[in-house]
């Protein structure tokens, strides 16, 4: 099936927020929408869908105007993802359910057929056997598991997603676009509205950069993403670097302070915004700061950019290289004191936690245990040993449930 949007133009009271918006979707393409926020990217998705009706302009679905369409039909073609989820006390399946709307009539019992279906979509997105478990018990990626199951039961040709992977870590980041692409590649289009450009660059065939309500460029990453239109959308300085034949988007890096004689080095293992504002904290005392190990363009990676810390980067959306672990490790042993911070631990950051057992070892690791780790432990097992094993050699006095304390101890024992 084939989306077209022609000339559309979209006001809200009397503000123009989309304006001679054009462009196609094929079959079995998967396309992102990438604007800063206020851009018309959730509008644009909403209008597609029939939330909004256009000003002017129109929108096809293999050649027929949706504005001749019912909710219903349209339902049965295009399956919409909104930003905005609500934690309702329902189980998965009744959820997921929700997807068979426009299939079933009234309130009459659920077939046969639809649960098989809705069951069917979990296990296509990892979640089988979670049909009877709450969905506001579940974690923020298995209920934006559930909630992509959903549109998957609608069955449609054509998927609007607008920011499936806000508020997800890397991991899941990544796990829920492979799911989409595998969904794309049997012959269903999508377009999605996203934040992150690294992303669309490795999952998409087509990118449309919105700015101000129009499509400023349009097409394949290689030839869309560049310095200067990130520089005019985004407002953004960065380096369009690639790697092992991807293309990556990198903040231009501000070379880190120098250490100065007497200035205590603090070495922080973080990541996914775990560390942002203690990274923040360290360097208004004065100390010499370095960070890692991170992947490039995480919120961790821009805060010790900004803060001018020395930073051990691994690319972006990639696990933690044996290269790069041994360089976390030399930096642990340079440094007077090591932080770990409350962060996620998965797969693909484990060796963060194998690098805080060294610190430990040699009496350097101060640990933030603000959450309970089995919360935040995605790597199972092993990372749960390794985390216990911290825990042993650390005394109470150098576990802190508050950066604020912990700094206070640290101010005393380094003599900032």
Same mark, same amino acid.
């Given at each position: 099936? /084939?989306?077209?949007?022609?000339?559309?133009?979209?006001?809200?009271?009397?503000?123009?927020?989309?304006?001679?918006?054009?462009?196609?979707?094929?079959?079995?393409?998967?396309? %992102?929408?990438?604007?800063?926020?206020?851009?018309?990217?959730?509008?644009?998705?909403?209008?597609?869908?029939?939330?909004?009706?256009?000003?002017?302009? %129109?929108?096809?679905?293999?050649?027929?105007?949706?504005?001749?369409?019912?909710?219903?039909?349209?339902?049965?073609?295009?399956?919409?993802?909104?930003?905005?989820?609500?934690?309702?006390?329902?189980?998965?399946?009744?959820?997921?359910?929700?997807?068979?709307?426009?299939?079933?009539?009234?309130?009459?019992?659920?077939?046969?057929?639809?649960?098989?279906?809705?069951?069917?979509?979990?296990?296509?997105?990892?979640?089988?056997?979670?049909?009877?478990?709450?969905?506001?018990?579940?974690?923020?990626?298995?209920?934006?598991?559930?909630?992509?199951?959903?549109?998957?039961?609608?069955?449609?040709?054509?998927?609007?997603?607008?920011?499936?992977?806000?508020?997800?870590?890397?991991?899941?980041?990544?796990?829920?676009?492979?799911?989409?692409?595998?969904?794309?590649?049997?012959?269903?289009?999508?377009?999605?509205?996203?934040?992150?450009?690294?992303?669309?660059?490795?999952?998409?065939?087509?990118?449309?950069?919105?700015?101000?309500?129009?499509?400023?460029?349009?097409?394949?990453?290689?030839?869309?993403?560049?310095?200067?239109?990130?520089?005019?959308?985004?407002?953004?300085?960065?380096?369009?670097?690639?790697?092992?034949?991807?293309?990556?988007?990198?903040?231009?890096?501000?070379?880190?302070?120098?250490?100065?004689?007497?200035?205590?080095?603090?070495?922080?293992?973080?990541?996914?915004?775990?560390?942002?504002?203690?990274?923040?904290?360290?360097?208004?005392?004065?100390?010499?700061?370095?960070?890692?190990?991170?992947?490039?363009?995480?919120?961790?990676?821009?805060?010790? /950019?900004?803060?001018?810390?020395?930073?051990?980067?691994?690319?972006?959306?990639?696990? /933690?290289?044996?290269?790069?672990?041994?360089?976390?490790?030399?930096?642990?042993?340079?440094?007077?004191?090591?932080?770990?911070?409350?962060?996620?631990?998965?797969?693909?950051?484990?060796?963060?936690?194998?690098?805080?057992?060294?610190? %430990?070892?040699?009496?350097?690791?101060?640990?933030?245990?603000?959450?309970?780790?089995?919360?935040?432990?995605?790597?199972?097992?092993?990372?749960?040993?390794?985390?216990?094993?911290?825990?042993?050699?650390?005394?109470?006095?150098?576990?802190?449930?508050?950066?604020?304390?912990?700094?206070?101890?640290?101010?005393?024992?380094?003599?900032?």
């Amino acid at each position: 099936m /084939i989306l077209e949007v022609q000339d559309v133009r979209v006001k809200l009271g009397s503000t123009e927020i989309l304006k001679d918006i054009t462009f196609k979707l094929e079959e079995g393409e998967l396309v %992102a929408l990438l604007g800063p926020n206020g851009s018309g990217k959730s509008t644009l998705l909403k209008t597609i869908f029939g939330v909004i009706r256009p000003f002017t302009g %129109a929108i096809y679905l293999d050649g027929k105007q949706t504005a001749e369409m019912n909710t219903r039909e349209i339902a049965t073609l295009v399956g919409y993802l909104p930003q905005e989820g609500s934690d309702v006390g329902l189980r998965v399946i009744d959820i997921v359910l929700l997807g068979r709307t426009p299939y079933m009539d009234g309130f009459r019992k659920i077939s046969g057929e639809n649960l098989e279906i809705a069951r069917k979509a979990l296990k296509m997105v990892g979640l089988e056997g979670f049909e009877q478990r709450k969905f506001s018990e579940l974690s923020g990626g298995e209920k934006q598991k559930v909630l992509l199951a959903r549109v998957f039961t609608q069955e449609t040709e054509v998927l609007l997603l607008d920011e499936p992977t806000s508020h997800l870590d890397i991991s899941s980041q990544i796990e829920i676009l492979s799911i989409l692409k595998k969904k794309v590649e049997k012959g269903i289009s999508a377009l999605i509205a996203i934040h992150d450009i690294n992303l669309a660059v490795s999952f998409c065939d087509r990118i449309l950069l919105v700015k101000n309500g129009k499509i400023a460029y349009a097409g394949e990453p290689e030839a869309v993403i560049t310095p200067y239109t990130i520089r005019d959308v985004f407002n953004a300085e960065v380096e369009v670097r690639k790697h092992g034949g991807k293309l990556y988007i990198i903040p231009k890096v501000i070379k880190p302070v120098k250490r100065e004689k007497g200035i205590s080095h603090i070495h922080v293992i973080c990541g996914g915004g775990s560390g942002s504002n203690l990274i923040y904290l360290l360097s208004s005392q004065g100390y010499y700061i370095s960070v890692g190990a991170v992947n490039t363009l995480d919120s961790d990676w821009n805060a010790a /950019i900004e803060a001018g810390a020395e930073v051990i980067a691994e690319v972006p959306f990639s696990a /933690i290289s044996k290269e790069i672990h041994e360089a976390n490790l030399k930096m642990i042993q340079r440094s007077d004191a090591v932080i770990l911070t409350n962060l996620t631990i998965g797969v693909g950051n484990l060796p963060n936690l194998e690098a805080a057992l060294i610190a %430990a070892k040699e009496g350097k690791l101060f640990l933030i245990n603000s959450t309970d780790f089995n919360e935040r432990n995605f790597a199972g097992k092993k990372a749960e040993e390794i985390y216990e094993k911290i825990m042993k050699l650390l005394p109470e006095t150098r576990i802190f449930r508050k950066k604020k304390d912990l700094l206070e101890v640290l101010n005393e024992i380094l003599g900032s």
